[in-house]
């Protein structure tokens, strides 16, 4: 009983879906597909861009010791 339940709403969900197949266009095509199946998750682009400014490079203090340390050496003595 739960099969038959299961089939027919499945059944039904790929019913209800737009033919985007259908269209020749590839930028409509993908705009059908985008419309019919919106993402779940945000994309890492759009993810990344509020928290750019909040993100801190743990090398860059450890390459600025390093780059200290290399201005102190002689070379010339």
């Known amino acids: 009983m739960l099969a038959a339940?299961?089939?027919?709403?499945?059944?039904a969900a790929f019913?209800?879906?737009p033919n985007c197949r259908a269209?020749?266009?590839t930028s409509a095509?993908?705009?059908?597909?985008?419309?019919a199946f919106p993402p779940k998750?945000?994309?890492?682009a759009e993810a990344r861009i509020g928290s750019s400014s909040d993100?801190?490079?743990p090398f860059?203090?450890?390459?600025a010791r390093?780059?200290?340390?290399?201005?102190?050496?002689c070379r010339g003595c």
């Open 66 to 73: 390093t780059a200290a340390k290399l201005k102190n050496i």
């Open 60 to 63: 860059l203090a450890e390459e």
């Open 41 to 44: 998750m945000p994309r890492p």
């Open 29 to 35: 095509r993908l705009s059908c597909y985008d419309a």
């Open 5 to 11: 339940a299961l089939a027919t709403s499945t059944t």
């Open 15 to 17: 019913a209800a879906e």
């Open 55 to 57: 993100y801190k490079d």
């Open 23 to 25: 269209i020749e266009s």
